[in-house]
């Protein structure tokens, strides 16, 4: 049939106005797609999700992405976007600027071998994509180098993540993948922005952007702390001590932030984060960029000794056979509001997620903040009878030593008393795993227990009675090294031993004990709480196992990726039959379980890369649950403990003996000088009514600001409430109308 001329015409007007409007449209939703002044750099690129004010952008040639924070008019780029004019960089450092991961594997010779995705695999024409809800999944293939490693990019609610497909990744001929770094640039500083990388090693930190410290290392360490299984980790005989005989501390939170200019992001690992290394570098080292990021050890390495034929001992090491197949390796960004985009803005919305997505509830009651009275019950010692040397037990604090020492805090105004009572069991002070939980004789009867737990709670006080069950120095008891005991990759029981902090070599003096494998976890803990219970106490005390993350190596182990939740689990178990624990130094995962956390670090690593320490632990779970300091009396800097409480919001916490000081030397619990209670009490009692007097008023707020005010002076704000400015200077310093004396502090009222 033929159309008359005029309806042809008609027709095709219509068609070409429908095309036009159809290519009009496309370009204007384009154009309202980019956000502005970014167009030229995101031409290449393709919207692939769009979730409230986050539009996510990826470049299917390359791999690169970029997120579009709306709200706050930022644009977040996993490769910098000026990197081309990088004058430093070269080598391995201009593909790793190129590339979305960077991977190591090992070969069928054991020879280590680096790659980048942008040279290795994107060139090697190894790069494939697959669009999904909300995001995009891409596959990069190290074609030369037999791996594939899926990523996919997607936006969430109010987050972007960046997630390895661990159940996905493949080695198909002899090399094996060990670790993968995510999006090691994405928010990376150049040479000319301002800011710094928030890392949470111990109580937190700060790396300056172009800090100039290129002859500092680069930052590296593995969130919840080295792996004893991979024979990584040598402690002291009570790691509660630990920060006060070593300048190294451990990360105890999953997250790591940038701020850069006045834009900030918060990245949270929610997934295999006992896997995860934080990294971070400053400009000048191999790029001009300043950049932190998550690495993900996908398969481990164990460490083992062999004797030589001359006796010598060499190191050998074997990868794991576990990896981190079954949970995917997922960081979530959070972007911060321009105006809360400081590590406190950071805090607070890692405070926001655990409350929200974690469903963590606080424990920490309105009244006077506690007063943490840690308390050594017995030691073993060597001691001459009838000329023949015999060990004997040598009793620090008994039952009527706590008697005494809660009335003397008592008649002195203070209620909120928490003890904090180790090595009390018998036979268990480093000698056999304290599942009995039977108090030793010479300290006094269970009936006197019971007699002082009740005093002490018609006083407003409590006790805690606290053991170590990872730590075990003797067989017996159930527990065998052959069944029970942590094994290495040659399967066979790993032996833990001391350092000497001298000489960095093995500290023969100190005999070497084992550690419990995280399969017996369960079955000694139930044992051990079962036992408890007959004592009718209502608070329990678990030294380690809320700040040791280690794994199984052998044949039959198992993997750190498992651990956090066979923790969670045994704490679980362990409150639903007595409900009130007390950890020490607790990794993220733990916390939620605990109505009191001791000895929580108030610095961070003494690395020379760092450029501040910061309270960021302390801001995250303050007015959530009960913190303290480490001990007081074992600080090289006593002076400072109520600058620091009031700084950090945390608790003091003394370390104290009842009777015989003199015996602890040479002692396994040599680490405890200056322990003699009746030498520090009067200045206890002094520095708690002045540490109470501020925080009792906002124990229950959380900390809303604390900024650096000059060198050596930082303030502190707590919700609405009030302020504290402490300086740690010997001479006064003013600010604004302000006059701090030397070693001293104020309060403002309000904000």
Same mark, same amino acid.
């Not at 068609?15 to 797609?33: C, D, P, Q, R």
């Not at 009275?373 to 000329?387: E, W």
């Not at 066979?492 to 000497?500: D, F, H």
């Given at each position: 049939?033929?159309?008359?001329?005029?309806?042809?015409?008609?027709?095709?007007?219509?068609?070409?106005?429908?095309?036009?409007?159809?290519?009009?449209?496309?370009?204007?939703?384009?154009?309202?797609?980019?956000?502005?002044?970014?167009?030229?750099?995101?031409?290449?690129?393709?919207?692939?999700?769009?979730?409230?004010?986050?539009?996510?952008?990826?470049?299917?040639?390359?791999?690169?992405?970029?997120?579009?924070?709306?709200?706050?008019?930022?644009?977040?780029?996993?490769?910098?976007?000026?990197?081309?004019?990088?004058?430093?960089?070269?080598?391995?450092?201009?593909?790793?600027?190129?590339?979305?991961? =960077?991977?190591?594997?090992?070969?069928?010779?054991?020879?280590?071998?680096?790659?980048?995705?942008? =040279?290795?695999?994107?060139?090697?024409?190894?790069?494939?994509?697959?669009?999904? #809800?909300?995001?995009?999944?891409?596959?990069?293939?190290?074609?030369?180098?037999?791996?594939?490693?899926?990523?996919?990019?997607?936006?969430?609610?109010?987050?972007?993540?960046?997630?390895?497909?661990?159940?996905?990744? /493949?080695?198909?001929?002899?090399?094996?993948?060990?670790? $993968?770094? =995510?999006?090691?640039?994405?928010?990376?500083?150049?040479?000319?922005?301002?800011?710094?990388?928030?890392?949470?090693?111990?109580?937190?930190?700060?790396?300056?952007?172009?800090?100039?410290?290129?002859?500092?290392?680069?930052?590296?360490?593995?969130?919840?702390? +080295?792996?004893?299984?991979?024979?990584?980790?040598?402690?002291?005989?009570?790691?509660?001590?630990?920060?006060?005989?070593?300048?190294?501390?451990?990360?105890?939170?999953?997250?790591? !932030?940038?701020?850069?200019?006045?834009?900030?992001?918060?990245?949270?690992?929610?997934?295999?984060?006992?896997?995860?290394?934080?990294?971070?570098?400053?400009? *000048?080292?191999?790029?001009?960029?300043?950049?932190?990021?998550?690495?993900?050890?996908?398969?481990?390495?164990?460490?083992?000794?062999?004797?030589?034929?001359?006796?010598?001992?060499?190191?050998?090491?074997?990868?794991?056979?576990?990896?981190?197949? !079954?949970?995917?390796?997922?960081?979530?960004?959070?972007?911060?509001?321009?105006?809360?985009?400081?590590?406190?803005?950071?805090?607070?919305?890692?405070?926001?997620?655990?409350?929200?997505?974690?469903?963590?509830?606080?424990?920490?009651?309105? !009244?006077?903040?506690?007063?943490?009275?840690?308390?050594?019950?017995?030691?073993?010692?060597?001691?001459?009878?009838?000329?023949?040397?015999? /060990?004997?037990?040598?009793?620090?604090?008994?039952?009527?030593?706590?008697?005494?020492?809660?009335?003397?805090?008592?008649?002195?105004?203070?209620?909120?008393?928490?003890?904090?009572?180790?090595?009390?069991?018998?036979?268990?002070?480093?000698?056999?795993?304290?599942?009995?939980? /039977?108090?030793?004789?010479?300290?006094?009867?269970?009936?006197?227990?019971?007699?002082?737990?009740?005093?002490?709670?018609?006083?407003?006080?409590?006790?805690?009675?606290?053991?170590?069950?990872?730590?075990?120095?003797?067989?017996?008891?159930?527990?065998?090294?052959?069944?029970?005991?942590?094994?290495?990759?040659?399967?066979?029981?790993?032996?833990?031993?001391?350092?000497?902090?001298?000489?960095?070599?093995?500290?023969?003096? $100190?005999?070497?004990?084992?550690?419990?494998?995280?399969?017996?976890?369960?079955?000694?803990?139930?044992?051990?709480?079962?036992?408890?219970?007959?004592?009718?106490? !209502?608070?329990?005390?678990?030294?380690?196992? *809320?700040?040791?993350?280690?794994?199984?190596?052998?044949?039959?182990?198992?993997?750190?990726?498992?651990?956090?939740?066979?923790?969670?689990?045994?704490? #679980?178990?362990?409150?639903?039959?007595?409900?009130?624990?007390?950890?020490?130094?607790?990794?993220?995962?733990?916390?939620?379980?605990?109505?009191?956390?001791?000895?929580?670090?108030?610095?961070?690593?003494?690395?020379?890369?760092?450029?501040?320490?910061?309270?960021?632990?302390?801001?995250?779970?303050?007015? =959530?649950?009960?913190?303290?300091?480490?001990?007081?009396?074992?600080?090289?800097?006593?002076?400072?403990?109520?600058?620091?409480?009031?700084?950090?919001?945390? %608790?003091?916490?003394?370390?104290?003996?009842?009777?015989?000081?003199?015996?602890?030397?040479?002692?396994?619990?040599?680490?405890?000088? %200056?322990?003699?209670?009746?030498?520090?009490?009067? +200045?206890?009692?002094?520095?708690?009514?002045?540490?109470?007097?501020?925080?009792?008023?906002?124990?229950?707020?959380?900390?809303?600001?604390?900024?650096?005010?000059?060198?050596?002076?930082?303030?502190?704000?707590?919700?609405?409430?009030?302020?504290?400015?402490?300086?740690?200077?010997?001479?006064?310093?003013?600010?604004?109308?302000?006059?701090?004396?030397?070693?001293?502090?104020?309060?403002?009222?309000?904000?």
């Amino acid at each position: 049939m033929v159309k008359p001329r005029g309806a042809m015409i008609a027709y095709t007007l219509i068609v070409v106005y429908a095309l036009f409007t159809i290519f009009t449209m496309n370009t204007l939703v384009k154009a309202e797609s980019l956000p502005s002044g970014w167009g030229d750099i995101l031409s290449s690129f393709e919207k692939v999700s769009e979730q409230n004010d986050l539009v996510l952008y990826a470049d299917l040639k390359t791999g690169e992405i970029a997120v579009w924070d709306k709200k706050n008019d930022n644009v977040w780029f996993s490769n910098p976007p000026d990197r081309n004019d990088d004058k430093i960089a070269s080598g391995f450092y201009k593909v790793s600027l190129n590339s979305q991961i =960077l991977i190591s594997y090992s070969d069928a010779k054991g020879v280590v071998l680096n790659r980048g995705s942008f =040279l290795h695999c994107v060139q090697r024409g190894g790069l494939s994509h697959e669009k999904i #809800e909300n995001g995009i999944i891409f596959k990069y293939d190290f074609v030369e180098d037999s791996i594939t490693v899926p990523v996919k990019f997607s936006i969430g609610d109010g987050f972007f993540s960046a997630t390895v497909l661990t159940d996905e990744i /493949e080695e198909y001929a002899d090399n094996r993948l060990l670790t $993968v770094d =995510l999006l090691p640039y994405f928010g990376a500083g150049g040479e000319k922005d301002q800011g710094y990388m928030m890392i949470p090693d111990g109580s937190g930190a700060l790396i300056y952007m172009n800090n100039g410290k290129i002859k500092a290392g680069d930052y590296a360490a593995p969130v919840y702390g +080295e792996d004893a299984g991979a024979g990584g980790l040598q402690i002291p005989a009570s790691s509660a001590h630990l920060v006060t005989i070593t300048s190294k501390e451990t990360i105890r939170l999953p997250v790591f !932030g940038i701020r850069k200019n006045n834009a900030g992001f918060l990245a949270v690992i929610t997934g295999s984060a006992s896997r995860a290394q934080i990294r971070a570098s400053v400009s *000048g080292k191999g790029t001009s960029y300043n950049n932190a990021f998550a690495r993900l050890q996908y398969r481990m390495s164990g460490t083992v000794l062999l004797t030589q034929k001359e006796f010598s001992e060499r190191k050998s090491t074997i990868p794991e056979r576990l990896s981190a197949k !079954g949970t995917p390796f997922e960081v979530r960004y959070f972007f911060l509001d321009n105006n809360k985009s400081d590590y406190v803005g950071m805090a607070e919305k890692y405070r926001e997620y655990l409350l929200k997505e974690k469903q963590f509830k606080g424990t920490v009651k309105e !009244g006077d903040i506690p007063l943490y009275v840690d308390l050594y019950g017995y030691v073993y010692k060597i001691k001459p009878f009838l000329g023949i040397p015999v /060990e004997r037990v040598i009793p620090l604090t008994t039952l009527e030593d706590v008697r005494t020492i809660n009335e003397i805090l008592a008649s002195n105004g203070i209620k909120n008393i928490v003890v904090k009572y180790n090595n009390w069991v018998k036979n268990a002070s480093f000698k056999k795993i304290p599942v009995r939980a /039977e108090m030793e004789k010479k300290l006094g009867s269970a009936k006197e227990f019971k007699e002082l737990e009740k005093e002490l709670s018609e006083h407003g006080a409590s006790i805690y009675l606290c053991s170590d069950l990872i730590n075990v120095y003797e067989t017996g008891y159930g527990f065998s090294r052959y069944t029970d005991a942590l094994k290495s990759v040659a399967n066979t029981p790993l032996l833990q031993v001391q350092y000497a902090l001298d000489s960095a070599a093995v500290d023969s003096r $100190v005999p070497k004990w084992y550690m419990l494998t995280p399969m017996k976890f369960n079955e000694f803990f139930s044992r051990y709480t079962d036992n408890l219970m007959k004592l009718d106490t !209502g608070n329990i005390g678990l030294d380690n196992i *809320g700040s040791m993350c280690y794994s199984d190596m052998s044949s039959f182990g198992v993997s750190r990726t498992d651990i956090p939740g066979i923790v969670e689990r045994v704490l #679980e178990e362990v409150i639903a039959r007595i409900p009130s624990l007390m950890l020490e130094n607790a990794n993220a995962y733990a916390v939620p379980y605990a109505q009191h956390i001791v000895g929580t670090p108030i610095n961070a690593s003494y690395y020379d890369i760092f450029d501040e320490h910061i309270p960021f632990y302390q801001i995250v779970y303050h007015g =959530l649950v009960n913190l303290s300091m480490p001990a007081v009396n074992l600080s090289s800097t006593p002076e400072y403990a109520v600058l620091k409480a009031l700084e950090t919001g945390t %608790s003091l916490l003394y370390s104290w003996v009842g009777r015989n000081n003199e015996e602890l030397f040479n002692s396994r619990l040599n680490h405890l000088y %200056s322990a003699d209670y009746r030498l520090w009490i009067d +200045e206890a009692i002094a520095n708690y009514k002045k540490v109470n007097a501020v925080l009792s008023r906002v124990w229950t707020k959380p900390i809303t600001g604390h900024t650096k005010l000059a060198e050596g002076v930082y303030m502190t704000t707590y919700g609405d409430e009030l302020s504290v400015i402490v300086n740690y200077n010997s001479a006064p310093v003013r600010v604004n109308e302000n006059t701090i004396e030397g070693l001293d502090y104020i309060v403002i009222e309000g904000r």
